[in-house]
């Protein structure tokens, strides 16, 4: 299975530190943030990874180029503009698909969590299914939930428990026909899928954190620290 890490936004919540890097060379910990999903792709044996990017972009070329990435493959999808996150990965969408695998995964470049993506790799996914997502209990910031997970394991408009979409997850191309070469969120064509009933979900108890802005970067990097010296 290919990957895709998302990379190409432009970081307006996290300035005062985007005005010179873009948001996946963050440090945290002493690490860029981009470091953080492609070590859980190698670790799920994920190696053909396409990395989108547009701010700064030619940075986490740069970074990634002369980084020491152990067997794994990445390739570089250039957006002129940014292209959010449906037109990102629609742009893409003719690498993700080459060999005919009926799936692709996708990750969020500011995302941190200790998520092990072999759980959604062994998620059972059949040819109607438009694939499967990463849902997390619903952080303060964002009380009211994105999606509702059944009993069933699919995700429904109104029933089941309220959760929050992790910005990892497993997509099927056949979730972007139709679409066109433009800037578009990956919001509604998820919502169009919930409301056919195509897609499943999987919920995460661990660590996990939208490192958005400054002062949730600080939270997490005290969190981790903590954890470390017990």
């Known amino acids: 299975m290919k990957a895709m890490i998302l990379a190409a936004g432009l970081g307006k919540r996290m300035r005062p530190f985007t005005l010179t890097t873009p948001?996946?060379?963050v440090p945290l910990l002493g690490?860029?943030?981009i470091d953080y999903p492609l070590r859980q792709l190698k670790a799920a044996g994920i190696r053909d990874i396409m990395v989108n990017h547009a701010w700064l972009g030619q940075q986490i070329v740069d970074y990634l180029t002369q980084k020491d990435t152990k067997g794994l493959k990445i390739n570089f999808s250039k957006e002129d503009e940014p292209l959010e996150t449906g037109g990102g990965i629609f742009k893409a969408l003719p690498w993700l698909t080459q060999g005919g695998e009926p799936?692709?995964?996708v990750m969020n470049a500011d995302v941190y969590?200790?998520?092990d993506l072999s759980v959604l790799l062994n998620v059972s996914l059949d040819e109607k299914d438009l694939g499967c997502l990463v849902m997390i209990e619903n952080p303060d910031w964002h009380s009211e939930g994105d999606f509702r997970l059944s009993d069933n394991g699919y995700l429904s408009?109104?029933?089941g428990r309220s959760l929050?979409?992790?910005g990892i997850s497993i997509l099927s191309p056949t979730l972007f026909t139709d679409c066109k070469a433009e800037a578009f969120a990956l919001a509604p064509l998820?919502?169009?899928a919930i409301s056919q009933g195509g897609l499943k979900g999987v919920c995460h108890q661990g660590i996990w954190s939208d490192v958005g802005t400054p002062e949730r970067l600080a939270a997490l990097e005290a969190q981790l620290t903590?954890?470390?010296r017990e």
């Open 23 to 25: 948001k996946p060379l």
């Open 31 to 33: 690490k860029p943030l």
């Open 103 to 105: 799936f692709f995964l």
């Open 113 to 115: 969590s200790d998520f």
């Open 157 to 159: 408009d109104s029933d």
């Open 164 to 166: 929050t979409f992790s």
């Open 190 to 192: 998820l919502r169009r």
């Open 226 to 228: 903590h954890e470390n």
